[in-house]
Structures are given as C-alpha cells and as structure tokens.
Nanobody
Framework: QLQAYGGGLVQAGGSLRLSCAPSESIFSFDVLAWYRQAPGRQRELVAVFTSDGRADYADSVKGRFAFSTDGAKNLVYLRVNMLKPEDTGTYYC?????????WGQGTLVTVSS
C-alpha cells in the first residue's frame, strides 16, 4: 500500500528527503503521517498531516523536519534536516482512511556522529 524510500547513511548535521508512494490517491486519506522506530524502541509518531492542511511534529524534530506532499506525483515527503544520531531508525509512512490504517515497509535512516 505504501512504499517508503530515500533513507541512507548520513553524517550528523546532514539532510535527507524521504518519500512515500501510496497505491491510492493521497487525497483519499484523512491523515498522512510519518513514524520512526529506533532499534529496541517503540515506534513513535514523527509528523502528521491532516486533510484540512494541518501539520504537526514531535517536539524532538520540530524546526528540523518538514512534511510535504506532491499531488501531481501522488507522493508524500519528509524532509529531515540537521540530523542527529538519535534520529537513527526505520521511518515508516502511514495513511488513515476512517478507522483503517495503512502501513508499508520502512526506510532506514542511519546518522553517524
């Protein structure tokens, strides 16, 4: 349903753009979000974007991460800037339609110090 890509190995302070390609139109979802899961830790919400155009971010990434969409390409992005080693983890794209949650495979981001 959702294919995330764009992760990689980056030095602290670097940037990446993560992309997510839903199999359905991004406009069909009520909520689009990015989560991440660090090794040995629970999955956590990083950024959320609702159908009314509101975006919100976890405190740990505010000012560094930016959520965006491209309706023409049907893609969802997460721009991750000023990366820190603690940002290391697998990043997952999530989409919600009503009570249904869609997930795809994640993309690994590794930040070296």
């Amino acid at each position: 349903q959702l294919q995330a890509y764009g992760g990689g190995l980056v030095q602290a302070g670097g940037s990446l753009r993560l992309s997510c390609a839903p199999s359905e139109s991004i406009f069909s979802f009520d909520v689009l979000a990015w989560y991440r899961q660090a090794p040995g830790r629970q999955r956590e919400l990083v950024a959320v974007f609702t159908s009314d155009g509101r975006a919100d971010y976890a405190d740990s990434v505010k000012g560094r991460f930016a959520f965006s969409t491209d309706g023409a390409k049907n893609l969802v992005y997460l721009r991750v800037n000023m990366l820190k080693p603690e940002d290391t983890g697998t990043y997952y794209c999530n989409a919600q339609q009503g009570r249904v949650n869609y997930w795809g495979q994640g993309t690994l981001v590794t930040v070296s110090s």
